[in-house]
């Protein structure tokens, strides 16, 4: 009977785990631009940028939405055969979204002062080494200008949907019934088969 108990249990957990429709999703905004003048070996004027902010959608559609700084996953920057990633962005920056699911607010002010910076050249949290309105350094504290810039200028931004991402509730349910089916099986094995064959 227990084990019976035990079984049901652990299906209703894994199964409750998998119908549930708390999924989050990952919006990409991306933006790109012309190296104005270069600092980083590898990199020259004239050379195309891209920018790309991973950002916390929740599960909300793309239309009328606001990001804050606290959503914003992460950002890389590519360049050539340069790449960085960057943690953080300012305090108070974000996006939004009009009712087409257009961006209509670029607030892009760069890399936070606590942002980790990792590059071709090493990882730096220096605030000299990190990606700004008007120009991004690398780890060594070099620097290329871009022509424009990255705050304010919402029409250069693109704004999609890239992944659907199991909220940690949900990997906690689907964690708990694995464990509860392994325990069944355990039990089971300890108190031998329940049916034997003469």
Do not use: H
């Not at 998998?18 to 004027?45: K, N």
């Not at 659907?164 to 964690?175: K, L």
């Amino acid at each position: 009977m227990k084990l019976g108990l035990n079984i049901v249990f652990a299906a209703v957990l894994i199964f409750g785990a998998s119908f549930r429709s708390a999924d989050a999703s990952v919006v990409d905004f991306q933006y790109q631009g012309t190296v104005q003048s270069a600092g980083t070996p590898g990199i020259s004027a004239g050379d195309a940028f891209t920018i790309n902010v991973f950002a916390d959608n929740g599960s909300s559609s793309l239309v009328n939405q606001t990001w804050e700084s606290y959503d914003i996953l992460y950002f890389t920057l590519q360049s050539g055969i340069y790449s960085a990633t960057y943690t953080a962005l300012v305090p108070g920056d974000g996006f939004a979204t009009d009712g087409t699911g257009n961006v209509y607010i670029d607030f892009f002010g760069g890399t936070a002062s606590n942002s980790v910076n990792t590059d071709n050249f090493g990882t730096s949290t220096d605030s000299f080494a990190g990606l700004y309105a008007n120009a991004f350094c690398d780890t060594l504290q070099r620097c290329n200008f871009i022509t424009g810039t990255l705050y304010d200028v919402p029409a250069q931004w693109t704004v999609t949907e890239v992944a659907a991402v199991p909220e940690p509730s949900t990997w906690a349910m689907m964690i708990l019934g694995f464990c509860g089916l392994g325990f069944v099986a355990y039990r089971r094995k300890q108190n031998g088969p329940t049916l034997r064959i003469a």
